[in-house]
């Protein structure tokens, strides 16, 4: 017993040592980090959702899951901070176009894509949401939109904002915000933006957050009159 004691008596003296000698000093040796559990504050992460099947979510060319109509949200975590080539196939669909994108990743931020890939862009249906940091901002979010279609009106909690594209839109971070988007011979869609957290909505300020949207064509009817 003694000498066990001795020796955690010597081990501890060791590791004192060593943490006032100076080349460990730069060293970031925090309890998560030993653990091997990576801190989401220091990441970003994506979420996909399918509106309709299946789809297959790789980043960077590497093949990660995949996302289902009949379940949550996909997640993948963590993601390191920086531009990332987000591609995402129809499996059930597997010659319907691909999407991809490359999206900038920021730390505590989640890059979120609902989406329905159908036969072609126009009849392909979804959202894109992602964010980077701004050095203009005054401490709120600054939201910037994008339609596929362009030319789509835009209302932003029941008023009227404009046509797309639309950039420097100031919000408040004190609550989520909801849009609705319209355009002759396409369907409408709806969108709540923001976490439900307060925490997590504050985390939004001081950046630019970027909405694609891409809106579903409605068929043309052809009468035939003879």
Do not use: C
């Not at 040592?17 to 460990?24: A, K, M, T």
């Not at 060293?27 to 509106?51: A, N, T």
């Amino acid at each position: 017993m003694i000498k066990r004691f001795l020796l955690i008596i010597i081990i501890i003296i060791s590791l004192i040592g060593l943490g006032i000698w100076s080349p460990w000093q730069n060293w970031k040796l925090d309890l998560p980090s030993i653990l091997g559990i990576e801190s989401k504050e220091r990441f970003g992460s994506l979420k996909v959702k399918s509106l309709a099947g299946e789809i297959d979510v790789f980043l960077d060319g590497e093949f990660k899951d995949t996302a289902s109509d009949d379940e949550e949200f996909l997640e993948i975590v963590p993601v390191s901070v920086g531009e990332h080539t987000i591609r995402m196939v129809r499996r059930d669909e597997p010659e319907f176009p691909e999407v991809i994108r490359k999206l900038n990743f920021e730390a505590g931020a989640d890059v979120i894509i609902g989406y329905e890939m159908g036969p072609s862009e126009h009849f392909s249906e979804g959202h894109i949401f992602y964010a980077r940091k701004s050095y203009e901002s005054k401490g709120k979010p600054i939201l910037e939109l994008f339609t596929t279609p362009d030319k789509t009106k835009v209302m932003l909690d029941g008023n009227f904002l404009g046509e797309t594209p639309l950039k420097q839109i100031e919000l408040s971070s004190d609550s989520k915000h909801k849009l609705k988007f319209e355009r002759d011979g396409y369907d409408p869609l709806e969108i709540e933006i923001f976490p439900d957290s307060q925490d997590e909505r504050q985390r939004l300020n001081e950046m630019v957050l970027t909405l694609e949207i891409n809106l579903f064509a409605r068929p043309i009817n052809i009468v035939n009159e003879n």
